[in-house]
C-alpha cells in the first residue's frame, strides 16, 4: 500500500458524459501527479499540481482539467468523453518537486479504471 | 522522439532463470533513474533510484546498474519466479525539470513455469 488513495475504482459511463476522478495523496506531500495508461500503453503524464499550483502540464487534452484543494487532495475532471478515453488513470504523489531525489519519489495510488461506452 | 528507449519490448523467461532488461536515455541534464514494476492494473512501485554518482543499485533479487556516461541502465532480475512477472518502466527525471519525469514504454516480461 503506498499510502495513496483513488476514488472511484471502476468508473463506466457513456460518451459525451462528464466524470470525476478522485486522489488523497500520501500524507505530508504535497504534489500530485496524474497520468493515462490506455490498454497496453505506457504511462502518460497529464499534469502535476504543487501544493494547489498547476506547475507542469503534459498530454492534457483540453477536454480534461485538474485541481488540487487546500486540503491536498486533487481532482481530474474529464469531460465531453470519448470511446478514446477508456483508461487506467493513476494518480501519484510525492513531497515536493525539482531535481532532487529526495523530493520527487512519486508513489503511485491504485489506479481509477474509466470504461467509456 | 522518446527520450527514454526501453528493449526488448516483451520476453519470456522460464522461472529460475536470469534476465536483463536495458534502457537508453537522452534526458539532460540527468538527475536521477528509477526502475518501477508495474503487474497488470496495477499502480507502479519503486524497485530502484540511482542518482548520477551511484552506478549500481540492489533491491532483493533486482539489480540495476547505470552509466552516465553512455545514457544507459540495466535491470537484471536474478532467478526469477512467477511473481516477476510484470511490465518494467524506466522513468528519467532531468535535474532542472520541476517535476517532469521521462517514462519509457516498458518492458513485458512473462515468467513461464
Known amino acids: 500500500d503506498s499510502g495513496v488513495t483513488q476514488t472511484p475504482k471502476h468508473l463506466i459511463t457513456a460518451t459525451g458524459q462528464r466524470v470525476t476522478l478522485r486522489c488523497s495523496p500520501r500524507?505530508?506531500?504535497?504534489?500530485v501527479y496524474w497520468y493515462q495508461q490506455s490498454l497496453d500503453q505506457g504511462l502518460q503524464f497529464l499534469i502535476q499540481y504543487y501544493n494547489g499550483e498547476e506547475r507542469a502540464k503534459g498530454n492534457i487534452l483540453e477536454r480534461f482539467s485538474a485541481q488540487q484543494f487546500p486540503d491536498l487532495h486533487s481532482e481530474l475532471n474529464l469531460s465531453s468523453l470519448e470511446l478514446g478515453d477508456s483508461a487506467l488513470y493513476f494518480c501519484a504523489s510525492s513531497v515536493g518537486i525539482g531535481g532532487r531525489l529526495a523530493y520527487n519519489e512519486q508513489f503511485f495510488g491504485p489506479g481509477t479504471r474509466l470504461t467509456v461506452l | 522522439k522518446n527520450q527514454v528507449e526501453q528493449s526488448p519490448q516483451s520476453l519470456i523467461i522460464l522461472e529460475g532463470k536470469n534476465c536483463t532488461l536495458q534502457?537508453?536515455?537522452?534526458?539532460?541534464?540527468?538527475?536521477?533513474l528509477r526502475w518501477y514494476k508495474q503487474d497488470t492494473g496495477r499502480g507502479p512501485v519503486s524497485l530502484t533510484i540511482m542518482t548520477f554518482s551511484e552506478n549500481t543499485k540492489s533491491n532483493g533479487r533486482y539489480t540495476a546498474t547505470l552509466d552516465a556516461d553512455t545514457k544507459q541502465s540495466s535491470l537484471h532480475i536474478t532467478a526469477s519466479q512467477l511473481s516477476d512477472s510484470a511490465s518494467y518502466i524506466c522513468?528519467?527525471?532531468?535535474?532542472?525539470?520541476?517535476?517532469?519525469?521521462?517514462f519509457g514504454a516498458g518492458t513485458q516480461v512473462v515468467v513461464t513455469p
Open positions: 522513468v528519467v527525471s532531468a535535474y532542472d525539470s520541476w517535476g517532469k519525469f521521462q
Open positions: 534502457c537508453n536515455y537522452t534526458v539532460s541534464p540527468f538527475s536521477n
Open positions: 500524507s505530508g506531500d504535497l504534489s
